[in-house]
């Protein structure tokens, strides 16, 4: 079956950095999304990586690795408005979106 | 404001009522979606429409019925629901064919409760 994972809650302190990590099972692979979701409002789209490497994005960052069925969403200078569940979602060879259950990060002053 | 707007953002309902979600995007997108989100697991699709064609049923119930009119209103008619798809039900719509990335836009959801 097709599977993401992604920890279930994080905590971290303002004004550090976090790693966001996600590992994905998929029949096929064409890209990986990271989206923000804030509680009660909708997901919005962050970041999107096809390729090996790392995207740059202002304070938010994302790192994927194909061979190793990875990512990681990397955030710097945490503010308390970061606070917010953070999805992985993998679009697979039907190019559907295969969606982790999300991390939710808590940002602590 | 993602574009997309979902009516209405809460809905109270009995096991024997009918009621519908309508979500409307101001994109100019091509595609909508339909999903269901429940609290600590990841998101549900239930059912896709490319320019107006189903193409995307994800063995949901028949208490389940979409609706696409056209490319930029969606519907979800519910009826004799059960307590179980009490939810986050989010819609979404993207532009299939001419990006790479095909990023969804989401919109804020409708808080279902089933009693």
């Known amino acids: 079956g097709q599977n993401i994972d992604q920890p279930t809650e994080m905590t971290a302190t303002e004004g550090a950095i976090v790693q966001i990590n996600c590992t994905y099972q998929?029949?096929?692979?064409?890209?990986l999304f990271w989206y923000q979701q804030h509680a009660g409002e909708a997901p919005t789209f962050l970041s999107y990586n096809v390729l090996d490497g790392l995207e740059e994005k202002g304070r938010f960052s994302s790192f994927l690795s194909r061979s190793k069925g990875y990512s990681y969403l990397l955030l710097k200078e945490l503010q308390m408005k970061d606070s917010a569940s953070y999805l992985c979602a993998v679009r697979d060879s039907n190019y559907q979106l295969i969606w982790g259950a999300g991390t939710k990060l808590i940002i602590k002053p | 404001e993602t574009g997309v707007t979902q009516t209405p953002r809460h809905l109270v309902m009995g096991m024997t009522n009918k009621k519908s979600l309508k979500c409307e995007q101001h994109?100019?997108?091509?595609?909508m979606y339909w999903y269901k989100q429940s609290a600590k697991k990841p998101l549900e699709l239930m059912f896709v429409y490319n320019f107006k064609e189903q193409t995307e049923n994800n063995s949901v119930p028949s208490r389940f019925s979409p609706e696409c009119p056209n490319s930029s209103h969606l519907f979800l008619h519910l009826h004799t629901l059960q307590p179980e798809d009490s939810a986050l039900y989010l819609c979404?719509?993207?532009?299939?064919?001419?990006?790479?990335?095909?990023?969804?836009?989401f919109g804020p959801g409708t808080r279902l409760t089933v009693t």
């Open positions: 998929t029949s096929g692979f064409n890209g």
């Open positions: 979404a719509s993207s532009q299939e064919g001419l990006a790479d990335s095909y990023e969804q836009y």
């Open positions: 994109l100019g997108h091509n595609a």
